[in-house]
Each structure stands twice: as C-alpha cells, then as structure tokens.
C-alpha cells in the first residue's frame, strides 16, 4: 500500500491483515512506530459517522466531518481526508 503522509516525519499505512481485517501503521521517520489491526468493516462504520473516535490505545483516529486527526499516544501527529483513507482502504 501506498503510505498517506501525516507530517515530515510521519506516514500512516494500510495493509491487508487476515480475512476483512487491516493493521494500521503509523511510520515514524520510515520506521515503524506503531499500530492497529482492525476489520475493514468497523473502519468503514467509522466513516459513515459525521463525528467520532475509533480505537482505544496508543493509536487512535479522531473524525469531525470529513477531517480525521490521527493521534498517536494521545499527541496528534497529523490529519488526513476521508477520501483520502476511503481510497486507501478500497486499494
């Protein structure tokens, strides 16, 4: 998959995990740093929300409208669209 960049030093990643299932990675300075698997149908329950959060833990996904913040150990590190993920998910 594609990295989407968060910031300078940060890229998040989405890769095919088991059956329906993703791992989420977050990549700091191109290694990794942390992440997340989850089922492609929870993530895209997430997106049909105008506002939520997903996950609990060191990785989590923030959504207002059609902006998602990417928070990291509670710090935000980045935000990206969610077309952006949406595209990401269905390549």
């Known amino acids: 998959m594609h990295p989407?960049?968060?910031?300078?030093?940060h890229s998040l990643?989405?890769?095919p995990y088991e059956k329906l299932r993703l791992r989420l990675i977050i990549y700091k300075n191109d290694e990794e740093y942390v992440c997340r698997k989850e089922s492609l149908y929870k993530l895209?329950?997430?997106l049909t929300l105008d506002e939520g959060r997903a996950?609990?833990?060191r990785l989590q996904?923030?959504?207002h409208g059609d902006d998602i913040a990417v928070e990291v150990k509670g710090e935000?590190?980045?935000n990206?669209?969610?077309a952006a993920l949406l595209?990401?998910?269905e390549a």
């Open 4 to 9: 989407i960049t968060l910031n300078p030093t």
């Open 13 to 15: 990643a989405i890769d």
């Open 44 to 46: 895209k329950q997430f």
């Open 55 to 57: 996950f609990k833990g």
């Open 61 to 63: 996904l923030l959504k």
């Open 76 to 78: 935000l590190i980045g």
């Open 80 to 82: 990206i669209s969610k």
């Open 87 to 89: 595209a990401s998910l």
